[in-house]
DNA sequence: TTTAGTGTACTATTGAATTATATCACTATT
DNA sequence: AATAGTGATATAATTCAATAGTACACTAAA
């Protein structure tokens, strides 16, 4: 589930982190009240400073996606995954795209793009 | 139409640079043979050095998006705009999305982890 | 009270991004 | 030939986010 980052290759390690764990609720495999990895063991499953974890841990703390016990551990705290109707809209769209060969940099763009528009 | 960058915040000027580009591009604002401003216009309008510009070029060259004309300026080099009917499916997409309360970063990430699977 | 497991804090280092500056090279117009 | 406008190259310096190194603090269970 969480398992591994590319290091010095696009985005910082530490936002690489935020993200596998936004995914991760998002999809619903994280829930409110699970408990995370220590820091020490994704520092040592992601070949990295427990610095590097400890920033992703705390700008999530910052965004209220997940809480911190010392001593203790991390505990997910939200209740916002998505509703299964919303991914299943998502993978026609993206299947409609892939069909015109648009890839997923330029996706990413469109979306982008049309979101401010819209 | 290429007007402003965050500086220091969040990416690099250049990559932000080479986006802007790519984006009109897509939307077909900017056109095949179409003449870029001067390196050193834009570097004023951006209010950065003419190498972070060159540097934006130069990746766009090398990515083939766009060619330098030694002493005349840079033009693009691409025939690949969006098909409207895309863009058009995507303002539903978001539609549908923003009525839902999800937002950018939720958005992206939801395309990011469906594209894998699809 | 000891121990093992956890988060926390502080400082130092590194490296990509950006700037500053100067100079050279090519093109088109006059 | 001269000039103005363009890109190309080079070097050094700077800045700041990202990452690492190391030691401290809290919790729970034995």
């Given at each position: 589930m969480l398992t591994s980052v590319d290091k010095h290759k696009g985005l910082p390690v530490y936002i690489q982190i935020m993200n596998?764990?936004?995914k991760e609720v998002m999809l619903g495999n994280l829930k409110d009240g699970d408990q995370l990895p220590p820091v020490r063991e994704l520092s040592k499953v992601f070949d990295v400073n427990t610095n590097t974890v400890m920033r992703a841990f705390e700008k999530l703390g910052n965004e209220g996606l997940i809480e911190a016990q010392h001593g203790v551990g991390y505990f997910?705290?939200?209740?916002?995954?998505?509703?299964?109707m919303v991914i299943e809209e998502t993978k026609k769209y993206i299947q409609d795209l892939k069909k015109k060969n648009i890839d997923l940099p330029m996706t990413k763009m469109l979306?982008?793009?049309?979101?401010?528009?819209v």
């Open positions: 596998m764990i936004k997910i705290h939200s209740t916002s995954s998505v509703d299964p979306i982008e793009e049309v979101w401010k528009k």
